[in-house]
């Protein structure tokens, strides 16, 4: 980009040059830019026009509002660009910008070790009330753990004397349901086989009072005797049921004929070319510096690929998407190839920034 002179540069720069290193130290370095600007009658817009920036950037550095602006480096870069446009010293004016940022800083150390002894002290207090706490619960449960002892013993007592009145009270019921169990088993076996009744006298209701309470002989019940006439024998038969033939008439018989099936031409596969969706070749770019610049590479889908402050005896190799916009702070100090050609490319005279398009249709 070809850059005209305005109706600025027939201004004289004495109101600019007659600022003093001090002044530019003690001021801060957007009001002395500021300053210088008006007092070059420039407006906003034609100052970032001629660095090539944009308006915002311009007025984040007159504002002092650092925040809003990349990283410090690009910041000093920014500043010196300015400067050199406002025919100021660029080096005094990065002193009092690192001035103001180590101004800055402190505070917020101060800030972290306040909050950290408030932390601390909460901390602290969290503890103590824990402790007091632990303390409580393991009273309690140590009170609550020796109280149930008593009560053990008092309610191991108490079953060891409801086991003494149950054995008592089993052993009378043992002696009072002898003699209905031997009459109910001799009643059983007179019921089950009547013929046993027929041969055998029922045992008499006076032979069980002679029976010992304390042990009760088992009576031994005889299995009835089986007669052999009433044993039948089941022996199976076995039974041959007519199987009925089925006649089928032959006539009923269908013919299943089976035809080949018709072969399925094969056809070769058409010759119309496939498209692919092939990846855009990326080119590469090489920059080789001889002084101080700051750099800002785009890609064709206008993503910034690369930004950077580099120095003296620098390189830096890149490979995008063409066409590649490129902005160089000091487009002097840096000899720029692309794809392994040299690129010639102009810097303005006064700000000395370089914007280059880089493509393959160009180079």
Not at 112 to 124: D, P
Not at 185 to 199: F, M, N, Q, S, Y
Request: charged content about 20%; hydrophobic content about 40%; overall charge negative.
């Amino acid at each position: 980009m070809t850059l005209m002179p305005g109706p600025s540069d027939n201004i004289p720069s004495a109101s600019a040059e007659t600022l003093s290193a001090s002044q530019l130290l003690s001021d801060p370095p957007g009001a002395t830019l500021r300053k210088a600007r008006d007092a070059r009658k420039l407006d906003l817009e034609t100052a970032a026009d001629q660095l090539n920036l944009s308006a915002s950037v311009v007025r984040a550095l007159e504002e002092d509002a650092y925040d809003s602006l990349p990283s410090p480096t690009f910041i000093r870069g920014y500043i010196r660009c300015y400067a050199r446009l406002l025919r100021l010293s660029g080096d005094d004016l990065v002193r009092s910008y690192e001035r103001i940022e180590a101004l800055n800083q402190p505070s917020a150390d101060i800030e972290g070790v306040e909050a950290s002894e408030v932390t601390s002290g909460g901390w602290l207090r969290w503890v103590l009330v824990s402790v007091v706490v632990g303390t409580i619960l393991v009273g309690t449960i140590w009170v609550q753990g020796n109280e149930p002892a008593s009560g053990v013993l008092e309610s191991a007592s108490n079953e060891q004397e409801i086991e003494l009145v149950d054995q008592n009270a089993a052993s009378s019921v043992n002696s009072v349901e002898v003699e209905p169990m031997v009459q109910e088993i001799a009643a059983i076996d007179l019921v089950e086989d009547p013929g046993l009744a027929v041969k055998e006298p029922a045992v008499a209701p006076e032979a069980v009072t002679t029976v010992d309470t304390e042990f009760v002989q088992p009576s031994v019940v005889q299995a009835p005797v089986v007669n052999e006439q009433q044993v039948v024998e089941l022996t199976p038969v076995m039974v041959d049921m007519p199987v009925a033939a089925i006649d089928v008439p032959e006539a009923s018989l269908a013919e299943i004929t089976v035809e080949p099936v018709a072969a399925i031409p094969t056809t070769a596969l058409s010759t119309s070319t496939i498209s692919t969706v092939s990846m855009p070749e990326k080119s590469s770019i090489t920059m080789k510096f001889n002084g101080e610049c700051w750099v800002e590479v785009w890609d064709a889908s206008g993503q910034r690929i690369y930004a950077n402050l580099r120095q003296a005896g620098h390189l830096v190799s890149l490979k995008g998407v063409a066409p590649i916009e490129v902005k160089l702070g000091n487009g002097s100090a840096v000899k720029l190839e692309f794809n392994g050609n040299p690129v010639l490319f102009a810097s303005s005279k006064r700000t000395g920034v370089a914007h280059v398009t880089l493509s393959p249709e160009v180079h």
